[in-house]
């Protein structure tokens, strides 16, 4: 299942009307609706049986433990071009989007444009800790997609043009590959 851009899980009981945009509805045996809402409808959604389990073309998810710093380093170094398409590569490590990805160069001080396979050993491992901080953070606010002032909870996606949270400096933005990145081109270095 992929969200692609937009969506939520939404958890209601069964006797309950439908949330509003739900595509896809799954009822539990316990009296849940675990439905997928999304207003723009672009979600994928895949239906795999036991007979035909899916393939997984995907790495760890970001967040698990077998994901250390010496595993990360290592899938980078065998990566070309720039850590901000590295990040959002799903078979490298799995579960960080262009927001995260954004979010977390910039709290590692890293460029978005910094070569992937060039990276030190402290500098992926303070990577890897942003990644994790700033997926903790968007968890702790889940409510993101549906306010309006969502820019106001982030240090740099989407605020181009507002002053750095860190140094001040003006943030500035890039397109890498049809994505891209607000960063501030003072405090993010190659
Ligand atoms: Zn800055």
Redesign the pocket.
């Known amino acids: 299942m992929h969200f692609l851009l937009d969506g939520d899980w939404s958890f209601t009981p069964l006797r309950e009307a439908l949330p509003r945009f739900a595509r896809v509805a799954i009822a539990l045996d316990d009296g849940t609706r675990v439905s997928i809402t999304d207003p723009r409808a672009l979600c994928l959604v895949r239906v795999h049986t036991a007979a035909h389990p899916p393939v997984l073309a995907i790495g760890p998810d970001a967040d698990d433990p077998s994901v250390t710093a010496a595993f990360f380093r290592a899938r980078l170094a065998r990566r070309r071009g720039a850590i901000k398409g590295a990040l959002l590569d799903q078979k490298l490590v799995a579960g960080i989007g262009n927001i995260y990805a954004a979010e977390a160069l910039w709290r590692a001080r890293i460029s978005p444009e910094a070569p992937a396979d060039s990276l030190s050993a402290a500098r992926v491992s303070r990577l890897l800790a942003s990644v994790r901080d700033a997926l903790a953070d968007g968890v702790a606010r889940a409510e993101r997609y549906r306010t309006s002032d969502r820019a106001d909870r982030f240090h740099v996606y989407d605020r181009e043009g507002e002053p750095?949270d860190?140094?001040g400096?003006t943030l500035r933005r890039l397109t890498q590959g049809g994505r891209s990145t607000c960063y501030?081109p003072?405090?993010q270095r190659h």
């Open positions: 750095c860190r140094c400096a501030c003072r405090c």
